[in-house]
């Protein structure tokens, strides 16, 4: 099963099995790969997801808009031998057996728990300061991974 990790705070970012994916070609690729993971309960009609990403009168254009925008996101994620995207005439969905996180999903179920912690202030309990501080943690850690792969990358004459 492939781990698919998404960052989108701060800095967009895409993980699939520990190798950063850098090919997304545009904003409504990365919009769409985002939506679908953050909404991953359901599937999503292709009209809608049409007039989320290109407006309200996309029609036919933003049908074919989402298509070409479908095509794009499958071959950053290199997918062809094993989906991580279902979709049909009518609907777009994440596989839901992919093995997902996104720091979203984490910081929302931070503020969940910060939220049940009996407390009379949240700022003076160190229990909930530091799950408040987490996201920011990894964020800054995620920055640092990627600044040493692209040095790395740099240095061995890779662009």
Request: aromatic letters at 6%.
């Amino acid at each position: 099963m492939k781990q698919l990790h998404l960052h989108l705070f701060g800095r967009f970012a895409v993980m699939l099995d520990e190798t950063v994916i850098t090919e997304f070609e545009s904003l409504s690729a990365r919009a769409l790969l985002a939506y679908l993971a953050v909404e991953r309960s359901h599937s999503h009609a292709r009209p809608t997801l049409a007039r989320l990403l290109w407006g309200l009168d996309a029609g036919a254009t933003g049908l074919t808009n989402l298509r070409s925008c479908l095509r794009h996101v499958r071959n950053a994620l290199e997918e062809a031998a094993s989906p991580l995207l279902s979709a049909t005439q009518e609907e777009i969905k994440l596989d839901p057996q992919t093995d997902l996180w996104v720091d979203l999903h984490r910081f929302e179920a931070l503020l969940a728990e910060v939220t049940a912690h009996p407390h009379r202030r949240v700022h003076d309990c160190p229990w909930c300061i530091a799950r408040l501080t987490e996201p920011w943690r990894s964020i800054a850690a995620h920055f640092l991974t990627i600044s040493r792969l692209r040095a790395f990358s740099l240095k061995n004459g890779d662009n």
